[in-house]
């Protein structure tokens, strides 16, 4: 990748991707980081580079209102120059039905000690919460959408969306819409 870069520096490949730091479209869009929504999505809904702020993580999931991903939302939102939010999530995701019992038993087949998820637990850090998944990928969003709209320091103007995409075929259902 590396040896890939510096051709790519060096023949200025990167000319057709100059923007600035502010969103063409004004909007943030938080999905997942599942590899078959990279090119997809965008393609999808016509984004293009310098359109929108994309803000990811497995699932598209937010549990926490202070937690990083409502931070980079608020961020774009407050210094940016976004004016709207998109969720979307995915059928299909990696996040749905997760077994939390397995993912703990794969970190301690990968090394993680027994002590050292004793100690979390006992820290407040409980992994099965952490790392729970969804059984709805609707409902999944629609929590997501209401922790943005509720939060106390979003703007009243913000509008804030809650959509689907199938990763096989890029259909997008919408799951909520608003108007602030």
């Known amino acids: 990748m590396l040896e890939y870069n510096k051709k790519f520096v060096a023949g200025e490949n990167y000319k057709p991707y100059e923007t600035d730091t502010y ?3 004004r909007m943030v869009v938080f999905t997942c980081m599942d590899s078959r929504l990279v090119e997809l999505l965008p393609k999808a809904l016509n984004i293009q ?3 929108v702020k994309m803000v990811k993580n497995a699932g598209a999931i ?6 990083s991903i409502m931070k980079s939302i608020l961020v774009a939102i407050f210094t940016l120059k976004a004016e709207e939010v998109l969720v979307i999530g ?8 997760v077994d939390t019992d397995a993912l703990t038993k794969g ?3 990968r090394g993680i000690t027994e002590e050292t998820i004793h100690t979390l637990t006992h820290s407040g850090i409980h992994l099965h919460e952490e790392f729970r998944g969804f059984d709805s990928v609707e409902d999944s969003v629609m929590q997501s959408v209401s922790i943005i709209r509720n939060h106390p320091l979003l703007p009243e103007e913000i509008n804030v969306h809650g959509f689907v995409i199938d990763p096989e075929t890029g259909k997008v259902d919408v799951v909520t819409k608003n108007e602030a």
């Open 90 to 97: 995915h059928h299909h995701c990696g996040m749905s039905h």
């Open 62 to 67: 937010i549990r926490n209102p202070f937690d």
């Open 107 to 109: 970190m301690t087949e």
């Open 23 to 25: 969103p063409n479209k």
């Open 49 to 51: 580079n310098g359109d």
